[in-house]
Every structure is written in C-alpha cells, then in structure tokens.
C-alpha cells in the first residue's frame, strides 16, 4: 500500500430535518388540534484514531465526507430519526488541521480517541410546540438548522519508539530491512527512501518499533531535498537512532548536518534522545574505525557504537540501548502520570 502522509478532506455534518404543520381529524373528536412533530437533528462528523492504520492513502479517493440529514417531522406528534454520525477512521497519529484558519483542531495520539468534526443541525419544531391559548391553530413551523461544512488538512506523524535518522545512503533502510520484517527499497544511490516507514524489530523478546525516515541533507528544514515534511515524523520518535556512514571522507560533518537540521526545525527534536552509530564498519580497517569513532565522538559529544546493518555486527548492542531509552522514558512518563493523578 502506497504511503501518504497528507491529505486534504471536505465533511458537512447533516441538516436538521423539517418540523411538521398538521392537525388531528378523527372522528367523533369535536377539537382537534396541531399535532406535527418536530425534524430529526442531523448526523454529526467524528474523527477517531483506529487501528490497522499507517497512511492516509484511503483519503485520496474519498475525499467528501457528508453525515446522513434528519428526517423532517410528521403528524399524529411524530418526530423524525436523527440522521446517522459519519466516523472518518484515521490512524493514531493524525493531526486535523482546519484548512482556512490553519488551526490546530485536534492531535489523535491515542488508539480509540474521538473528536467531534463538525455537530449536526438541530431539527425543526412542528406546529405543535406553538400552541398557545390564544393561538390554538398555529400554521407555522421551523426548518431544520443546516448542517457545517468544513475544509481539513490531515497530516500523519508515524509514532515509533525509535527513528532512524542520517544522510541519504547512511545505511538505514538495510539496518531496518536485516532487523524486522519490513521491505524498503535499498540501492546504492541517495534518496531510495521516498516515504517513511515502519518496522518491528525483537530485542530480547520485547519489540521495538522503529521508523525509517527517508535522508535528509543540508538545508532540509527550509525545504531543501526532501524538505521538512518527513522531519514531523520523528516528533513521535521517542528516542533516534543517528546512524552515520562510516565510510565516508568526514563522519564529523555528516553528524553535524543532521544535527543542525534537527535543531533548526526544533519542536522539540534537539531534547531527544539519541543514540550514535557507526555504520559500515565491515567496509573499514581496524585503524579507520578507531579514527572515525574518534572524530565522531568529538563532534557529537556522546558515545558512538560500532555497527554493520549488512553483517549484523554490532547491532544487537545498539538495539538494546534503544530499548533502554525507551524503558526509561515510558518509567518516567509514568511516574509523571502517577504524580498528577487525582
């Protein structure tokens, strides 16, 4: 399934239905009276984060979205149905932007939340709620309220534990693909990843999920290359993967491009967590990777790994220090829930 991360949807909740005008006629009754009843409220639009979601694809092919109109009122004080809500299923993760204020209206970041989009038109009064005692006979009734149409931007941001970042070519699409289930496109020229993607990786019988960002480069976050559109992904990342190619001519450099984009686009990316690694290492000397390690660790100011996403080698360490940092951000995330709790 192709992956879409942005898409643009048109919703209208549905109109009230009609009140009714009408008045009883039986026989032998000597009064009659109004007795029309009142339109069916219209149905709502709702958002909800499900599961079995990872892109927005289905959103290109159906982009209206219309909830069902109440039906009008009839005689003998019959109120119409209430139209039917229309549920637009979106993977968790979705933000709901609404597209002519560019507001924020909601962020879906758990399994089964549900926003209400747009509320239905209330239904119509019938002639029977005007009656008063000096007007017996009203022939008059309300038409259903109309329903709210709406613009919304919907962008997707991946949640994983981790995110893989780098260069173009620094290894990330062959580290994921030798370590879950997931098949990127791998070859030896840049930007073979064009769109994010997910893969669950085993680290001693516990799973990660880890997000393959496609490359970024220098001047990402002004919307060089691929721009910063994928930058939004690792936002949901909680701990990356910095992976650097080892067989480059200047690791340091490489690091300190991907570190300033992350920096430049903040929303948070530069108080993440990060884990360094060398990668490639199995194309490199003994000499060559005490040097680049050096250099790397001096330009980053943290720890390198060493490690080889073709061989293996190295990588299970590295995945335990990702699994490490998540353990510790979930603890203390829920620590802080525990705090706050009433």
């Known amino acids: 399934m192709k992956f879409l991360d942005q898409a643009k949807i048109y919703i209208q909740s549905g109109h009230g239905g009609n009140g009714c005008v009408s008045f009883r006629r039986e026989a032998f009754v000597e009064f009659g009276g109004p007795n029309g009843g009142d339109g069916g409220k219209g149905g709502d639009v709702w ?6 979601l990872n892109t927005l694809i289905d959103f290109r092919y159906q982009q209206h979205h219309k909830a069902q109109r109440g039906i009008n009122g009839m005689g003998k004080d019959r109120t119409g149905a209430g139209g039917e809500d229309k549920i637009i299923r979106v993977p968790v993760g979705t933000e709901i932007y609404d597209m002519e204020t560019e507001e924020l209206i909601c962020d879906l970041k758990r399994l089964g939340q549900k926003v209400l989009m747009a509320e239905g038109g209330n239904g119509g009064w019938g002639n029977a ?12 009734a309300n038409p259903g309220a109309p329903g709210i149409e709406r613009t919304l ?3 997707l941001k991946l949640i994983a534990d981790s995110g893989l970042v780098g260069l173009p070519n620094a290894g990330k699409s062959t580290f994921l693909a030798a370590n879950s289930n ?23 019988g516990a799973e990660l999920v880890m ?25 949901r990342c909680a701990v990356n993967l910095h992976l650097v190619d080892g067989t480059s001519d200047d ?41 680049k390690r050096a250099a790397l660790e001096n330009a980053s100011g943290f720890p390198v790994m060493e490690l080889s996403g073709a061989t293996g080698k190295g990588v299970q360490d590295v995945l335990r220090a990702v699994r490490a940092e998540v353990v510790k951000l979930n603890e203390a995330s829920e620590d802080e829930n525990e705090k706050w709790a009433p």
């Open 47 to 52: 958002a909800e984060a499900v599961d079995g």
């Open 129 to 140: 709620r005007f009656k008063t005692s000096t007007n017996r006979a009203p022939r008059n």
């Open 153 to 155: 931007i919907l962008r």
């Open 182 to 204: 997931a098949r990127p496109k791998i070859a030896d020229y840049p930007f073979t990843t064009l769109h994010p993607g997910l893969g669950v990786i085993a680290v001693d």
């Open 251 to 291: 690791v340091a450099s490489d690091y300190l491009v991907i570190r300033g984009e992350l920096d430049a686009y903040a929303n948070g990316l530069e108080e993440k967590p990060v884990i360094v690694g060398l990668n490639k290492v199995d194309a490199l000397t003994d000499e060559e990777i005490a040097e």
């Open 211 to 235: 997000a393959d960002i496609p490359g970024l480069i220098e001047g990402a976050s002004d919307g060089a290359g691929l721009g910063d559109r994928f930058l939004g992904h690792i936002e």
